[in-house]
């Protein structure tokens, strides 16, 4: 348990490094396409922050899949819980997203999709690979019985 807490923090320090490099490429984004002129200073230092510590999460969070006692679907369920509420918490502390009914159940439904998209696209690069091995595995067998 503790090597899994220190590969969790080891993780999140690495990836929330990153946090005030893509709230920088947010704000350009913002800027852009939404109109964003100025910001003011707490605005600033609550998306550095917030965004350092989904960062932080976000990165260590993959330890649960490192977790031998811990079935997969649990692991998958854990990690996009704790993902959902993540990215849901720091929009609405930004006011990326309005409070409202509608428009966390547009969140809602945009996370859900995505992960199992990313999910999807995990499950058949892996399943190939592992198909692709297995072949190579038989190819040898055949290759030693002959």
């Given amino acids: 348990m503790r090597k899994n807490i220190l590969e969790f923090i080891r993780r999140g320090l690495i990836a929330c490094g990153f946090g005030p490099m893509i709230l920088a490429v947010l704000y350009l984004i913002l800027?852009?396409?939404?109109g964003l002129e100025t910001l003011t200073v707490n605005q600033v230092c609550i998306g550095i922050f917030s965004i350092s510590a989904l960062a932080f999460i976000?990165?260590?969070?993959?330890?649960v899949y490192q977790i031998e006692q811990l079935?997969?679907?649990?692991a998958i369920l854990i990690h996009g819980c704790v993902l959902y509420f993540s990215y849901l918490g720091t929009y609405l502390v930004n006011?990326?997203?309005e409070w409202g009914k509608a428009p966390i159940l547009v969140?809602?439904?945009i996370f859900v999709l995505g992960y199992l998209a990313v999910w999807a696209v995990i499950y058949s690069l892996t399943r190939r690979n592992t198909e692709r091995i297995n072949m190579a595995l038989r190819e040898k067998q055949q290759k030693i019985i002959d």
């Fill in 95 to 97: 006011d990326w997203l």
């Fill in 71 to 74: 079935p997969l679907m649990w």
């Fill in 107 to 109: 969140f809602t439904g």
């Fill in 58 to 63: 976000a990165g260590g969070m993959n330890v």
């Fill in 31 to 34: 800027q852009n396409q939404a």
